[in-house]
Nanobody, 122 residues
Framework: QVQLGESGGGLVEAGDSLTLSCAAS????????MSWFRQAPGKEREFVSG???????AYADSVKGRFTISRDNAKNTVYLQMNSLKPEDTAVYYC????????????????WGQGTQVTVSS
């Protein structure tokens, strides 16, 4: 019912910035939450940041102060501005969508994008 498309990943150097975008289409009825998760090879998928349509925001401690999530409700699009990137930020970043309340638990999200690779060199 909902399709997600991520873009904006790439290869950058440590300290650089990158902005990811995720556009949702289909049955994007409100309220909803869109969040970013990431997964590095050999590691479990982890919550990065999430934003509700009504303005609720959450960040993982590892990215607070460096990443900023924002949204354009008219376009059903969420952005993740990533500043001061570190090699440990290297991962596939996934956009996820759920109805209602914000959650940090990936199993609560019913819709996922295919991911976009972010690689940060040192």
């Amino acid at each position: 019912q909902v399709q997600l498309g991520e873009s904006g990943g790439g290869l950058v150097e440590a300290g650089d910035s990158l902005t990811l975008s995720c556009a949702a289409s289909g049955d994007t009825f409100r309220p909803y939450t869109m969040s970013w998760f990431r997964q590095a090879p050999g590691k479990e998928r982890e919550f990065v940041s999430g934003s509700t349509w009504s303005g609720g925001i959450a960040y993982a401690d590892s990215v607070k102060g460096r990443f900023t999530i924002s949204r354009d409700n008219a376009k059903n699009t969420v952005y993740l501005q990533m500043n001061s990137l570190k090699p440990e930020d290297t991962a596939v970043y996934y956009c996820a969508f759920k109805r209602g309340l914000l959650s940090r638990t990936q199993s609560n999200y019913g819709y996922w994008g295919q991911g976009t690779q972010v690689t940060v060199s040192s």
